[in-house]
DNA sequence: AAAAATTACTTTGACAGGCAGAGTAATGTT
DNA sequence: AACATTACTCTGCCTGTCAAAGTAATTTTT
């Protein structure tokens, strides 16, 4: 399990992916989370919901009720343009900041 | 310029690596990083001397006065056995870190 | 030689992201 | 009925980073 405050700062990055692919929800995507990483990093679910309300403040997503399922009502999220264009910065970002840090991790592996 | 909290959670590895390197005192450093990183990413005063606390505190660094050689007393921080096998680690974690976020990023460039 | 710039370190207080823990609520399983 | 699971929310805390201000010595400029 990686440290959640290495991936710290990267968060809004990965929900942000998850979002764009197709509109969901909170708990599936706590869950793809864990999926894909193999349980290699799981999201704490007081950090998720704060996120998405970090985001939706910013206008980089938005929410909609769907229908209740199994348990409580899912609340989807989806991405707006503006979110669109702020994942493309966040990629870019991601790039630059894995040359940076590569820098001093270098001849050490 | 690159974010400081994007690169958050990473300051004890690029520390670490430059005092493994050979002992050295925090202006030096704080110019080494500008100077490798071509200005890409400073590092704050503040944050490198707390940085600095973290790790004599944790017995990762250890310091001693050196000489004054122009402006005020150098302190110099040699980085310790304990410290050697921590950034080995922090070697290690940021390669899968990278592994990770990378699962998400991929598919955007 | 006084003034300004540079080198070098320290401390305080604030902010933001992440999280534990507790709570609410609906549905599915035993 | 009791329990497990799905699903979201809120409060209060912790930690890392940083702006700002300060101390102090040396070098450069005027």
């Known amino acids: 399990m990686v440290r959640s405050d290495i991936i710290r700062g990267h968060l809004d990055s990965i929900i942000l992916r998850l979002i764009s692919e197709k509109d969901r929800y909170g708990y599936e995507i706590s869950q793809e989370i864990s ?3 193999n349980n290699r990093f799981q999201i ?31 609340k989807y999220y989806r991405i707006t343009s503006l979110g669109k264009a702020y994942l493309n910065e966040l990629v870019k970002e991601w790039s630059e900041v894995k040359e940076i840090i590569d820098l001093f991790m270098e001849g050490l592996e």
């Open 44 to 74: 704490k679910e007081a950090t998720l919901y704060a996120v998405f309300q970090r985001l939706e403040k910013k206008e980089i997503i938005e929410a909609y009720y769907g229908d209740v399922s199994h348990g409580g009502k899912r």
């Open 35 to 37: 999926l894909r990483t």
